[in-house]
């Protein structure tokens, strides 16, 4: 039982590159978000997506697009990579009770 | 205002101390209140939830929620080397699918 699995776990891009995270989950939640984490901001949702086939927009959803491609799966892309999008980026899923996340991409653009 | 706010830290403690997290939030519709401890460079887990006014233990840790107030807290009992952190506060509303999260404490057990 792997919970959430996100992939890569490391990840280096050039600016302008384009790159999509994967996400899965095997706990049957129904909600699934993408998070990314800076110092001293916190976590801050990019974007999450309350059952399959619906997303919706969070706090910096600026240059992400996402895609809830059934219920385990929801994934996160980058179009045109910038500086500002390096980051730590944590998958998490939510049923009825807590929030559950994944080991997290370490993104760094150059 | 944010809508979850935390001590900001860093809080030291020695070990066997008690370590007390605040956190306030902005909405009275807040229902659910959620404690994560986060290890440098690791991702966010679980500690407590808590639903209703009053204490809930678990173990070292206690939860504690004031609704009329708008804080829950957490105090962790016997400090441990090994509950040096950071811990996120968390918050969901009625209606609402998405989690708010505070800027995080970070504590420091001193052996």
């Known amino acids: 039982n792997a919970g959430v699995t996100q992939t890569p776990k490391f990840q280096v891009l050039k600016t302008g590159q384009s790159m999509t995270l994967q996400c899965a989950q095997d706990?049957?939640?129904?909600?699934m978000y993408w998070y990314r984490q800076d110092p001293g901001m916190g976590l801050r949702l990019i974007y999450y997506s309350a059952s399959e086939g619906t997303t919706d927009k969070g706090e910096v959803p600026n240059g992400y697009n996402v895609s809830r491609l059934n219920k385990r799966e929801f994934s996160l892309r980058l179009e045109s990579a910038a500086p500002s999008q390096t980051s730590v980026y944590f998958c998490?899923?939510?049923?009825?009770?807590?929030?559950?996340f994944g080991q997290g991409t370490r993104l760094t653009v150059v | 205002q944010k809508e979850v706010e935390q001590n900001s830290g860093p809080l030291s403690v020695p070990e066997g101390a008690i370590a007390s997290l605040n956190c306030t939030y902005s909405?009275?519709?807040?229902?659910?209140f959620f404690w994560y401890r986060q290890y440098s460079g690791k991702s966010p887990e679980l500690i407590m939830f808590i639903y209703s006014n009053g204490d809930k233990e678990d173990g070292r840790f206690t939860a504690q929620l004031n609704k009329a107030s708008q804080y829950v807290s957490l105090l962790i009992r016997d400090s441990q080397p090994s509950d040096s952190a950071t811990y996120l506060c968390a918050v969901k509303r009625v209606g609402d699918y998405k989690l708010s999260f505070g800027a995080g404490t970070t504590v420091t057990v001193r052996a």
């Open positions: 909405d009275r519709g807040s229902q659910s």
């Open positions: 706990m049957n939640h129904n909600s």
């Open positions: 998490a899923t939510q049923g009825t009770g807590p929030a559950f």
